[in-house]
């Protein structure tokens, strides 16, 4: 045999056994991945059945594939006891359920504010069975989430903490919700802010409610908002028209139905204002500086009105441990309950549970 054959042979059989290992390699990495799943803001096409029969095209496209005919399709959902509401040059969409007798009756006034990137959709079932329990409750959409006006940084809003407060201020001036109030606090940044706020307004709460909200300074920072942060990346996440479920969904052990997850998706789906403001937002925000600022404002010596922390366990962004560490800082003031079966949104995941724990601590 010539000496270039058996050259060639061996180069062969060494490129054969190459490849045999990289597949291995692949494989391995493969099956590591599938155990340690991980938000991906990018997966437009999805493991989970709500996103993926969003965002897959049918067998027959030209029947049901473009996102005219899908916002046709739900243009008209999740708008649930909402109506628009004009406050401080802007328009909010604003939830209320329960009568104006209720806020002078021994139930009083709750005001539920949501977490980005959400909306106050979350609140609706809690909203509806906390009316029949005789409270007078209101849930806005922040401005820039949801059904709410969603300004162009520059033109008279820059979503920073501040601007959020003052707004608060004035919507709450204008739906006339003067007297002390229950608020309650669930999510990531302008969650944080509605907790800052309490603690620039303590004389207007009478009981504080959170769930599921970064409460101390070791509090983890999802890594949605940290690519939010990265220049051209951050510009390409806050497009993903499927961000705000797929964040539900990575949060919590349930996937959404499709009626649930068309609501968090169609502010994303009608125009690209909703993920600009969330970058925004995100670029603004001092995570860490804030929550230490809520750990510090609400620790013994400080704070002395009830604090009722009700945490879903099952919180993929937020251990128990955050709950239970806020706990030690005010043992006089905060009381925790454990929500089962619940993750990162009590709210949505299992709402009778939140009411039950409500109704008993207001």
Known sequence: MRRSEVGERRSITNT??????????????????????????????????????????????????????MLYRIEDKGKEYGSYIKSGGFT???????????????????????????????????????????????APDWIGFGFSDKPYKG????????????????????????????????????????LTWALKNPSRISKLVTLNTPLTASSPIPGLFQQLRIPLLGEFTCQNAIMAERFIEAGSAYVLKVEKADV????????????????????????????????????????????????GISDKYLPQSIAEEFKKGNPAAVTLKLIEGAGHMPQEDWPEKVVDALKYFL
Not at 101 to 130: C, E, K, N
Not at 163 to 176: A, G, S
């Open 264 to 311: 968090y998706r169609l502010p994303y789906l009608r125009s690209g204002g909703p993920g600009f403001a969330l970058l925004e937002a995100t670029k603004t925000a001092n995570f860490r500086g804030t929550s230490s600022q809520i750990a510090d404002g609400f620790a013994s010596g400080r704070w002395d009105a009830p604090i009722l922390v009700a945490w």
């Open 16 to 69: 054969r056994r190459r490849l045999s290992l990289t597949r291995k390699f692949v494989a391995k990495a493969s099956e590591k991945d599938d155990e340690t799943p991980s938000f991906n803001p990018f997966g437009f096409v999805t493991d989970n059945p709500s996103s993926r029969s969003a965002i897959q095209l049918p067998e027959a496209p030209a029947e049901d594939g473009n996102v005219g005919q």
């Open 92 to 138: 909010w969409f604003v939830r209320e359920t329960g009568t104006s007798d209720a806020r002078l009756g021994p139930r009083g006034t709750i005001v539920f504010l949501h977490g980005a990137p959400t909306q106050s959709y979350s609140y609706r079932v809690v909203m509806s069975q906390m009316a029949d329990a005789g409270f007078h409750c209101f």
């Open 155 to 194: 033109y008279g809003f820059d979503y920073t903490e501040a601007e959020y407060h003052e707004q608060l201020d004035k919507l709450l001036d204008v739906l006339e919700i003067k007297s002390p109030f229950s608020l309650v606090v669930q999510g990531f940044l302008v969650g944080s802010y509605g």
